[in-house]
């Protein structure tokens, strides 16, 4: 299983991604999620991945291909803007359907993949897209301004409650490791390490990247003080007394 | 959508249901899920439910007739142990599947049903459930001392990181009330009224039921509580900062 979430704010976007992929109970393998794209001066894409590791793998090469290219193809390194960037993303998951949906459903695999893609280029601010197996895609808003793929849910209340477009990159970095943390608390098959990628707004490159492992100083210390404080918060407030009708 | 949550500590047992059924976006209902079978002084059952309503409203009729026929059936009431009341229950799931299934599948609608079990009866310690809508189940056990059903993942964080054998009734209804109110913040499908359900150990009756509304003074105070103790919390811990390679 994979969790990533991409937040966009006024100062730019972060990305997260666990690097963990399983296939199967006893063969768990690590592979980066995180896929950078752009030209400094010009334009930033990111693009996280979730889903069937054939599919996306297979999305990412085609999506690489392209960028190659020397013919006039359309690619992440030629489109005027992230919709259409998006749109060239959507048609490649098409692609590959079109080509494996066939073959995947005789062995009663799902054509299953999710992205997030989100980045910069210059002439518009910074944009950030979900896009389904189905190739169609939803983008960010001011009222919804980050997304998840994969083992979402145990990591979306953290952020339901602090994320705001004027919250910092930094703050959104933390928001976005404590989510990760309780991800990781209640679902096994997410797991270290991750990769944390920030782009600021109007920089048209790429930010900070950090790899976090074990040995990642600030995610220890997040994961040995988020529940601890957790818990203090907990005890502060008053048990419900007495326990049937007020 | 529906959200319960059973928990099985030293002190007895926990219960904690939505009320929202929703069959279409504006078609948004509410049913009691939770259910209470006993006799005072000898036993007590819990059973709460999720899934298609069609289905777990048969369960519970079908239970009741039992319960109430004079013959020699099996029943909640005259079961030996929560064992067999788990087994009757999943009995009764399966004889609505082969009555209903057929017909459910020609219309596409899945058999969809989970439901908790839990209580006392003379003779044995209290036990909690997790029934599936095969009709199979699994007991709690030291080390997972709780059972969640329906949209059941943005409230698991919570639990995971509170919820011990030892905890009081107190405190695990604190932390259901909390991990209720994270789901209702991050899916709208989940609503008021809550039915809070305790049982205490050895005590063979039903303890306090408390039926929490929006004028619910004490689930008011944890809704506007919580959210601002996590943020300070949040707000507390460190950024990450240099936010690249520490």
Redesign the interface.
């Known amino acids: 299983m994979t969790y990533c979430v991409g937040m966009l704010v006024d100062a730019g976007l972060v990305f997260l991604s666990d690097s963990r992929t399983n296939a199967g109970v006893d063969q768990i393998s690590t592979f980066r999620k995180t896929a950078v794209f752009g030209r400094d001066g010009e334009r930033v894409l990111v693009l996280m991945s979730a889903g069937n590791l054939a599919i996306t793998q297979a999305a990412l090469s085609m999506l690489r291909e392209a960028v190659a290219a020397s013919d006039s193809r359309v690619s992440l390194a030629t489109v005027p803007n992230l919709f259409e960037a998006a749109r060239h993303v959507g048609e490649t998951l098409r692609e590959i359907r079109r080509r494996d949906a066939e073959a995947l459903q005789a062995f009663g695999v799902e054509f299953n993949a999710a992205l997030i893609l989100g980045g910069q280029i210059r002439g518009e601010p910074p944009r950030l897209f979900n896009i389904y197996a189905a190739g169609n895609f939803i983008e960010a808003t001011p009222e919804t301004s980050y997304f998840q793929i994969g083992e979402s849910?145990?990591?979306?209340?953290?952020i339901?409650?602090?994320l705001q477009r004027t919250t910092?990159?930094?703050?959104a970095?933390?928001?976005a490791?404590?989510s990760m943390d309780?991800t990781l608390?209640?679902n096994l098959s997410v797991g270290l390490p991750l990769d944390?990628t920030?782009v600021h707004t109007d920089a048209y490159k790429l930010?900070?990247?950090?790899?976090i492992d074990g040995n990642?100083?600030?995610f220890a210390?997040?994961q040995s003080?988020?529940?601890g404080?957790?818990?203090?918060?907990?005890d502060?407030?008053?048990?419900?007394?007495?326990?049937?009708?007020?």
């Open positions: 849910k145990y990591g979306k209340p953290i339901d409650r602090v910092t990159l930094e703050e970095a933390k928001c490791l404590i309780s608390r209640s944390l920030v930010g900070e990247q950090r790899h990642d100083g600030y210390m997040i003080r988020w529940g404080a957790l818990r203090a918060t907990f502060e407030l008053p048990n419900p007394s007495p326990l049937g009708e007020g």
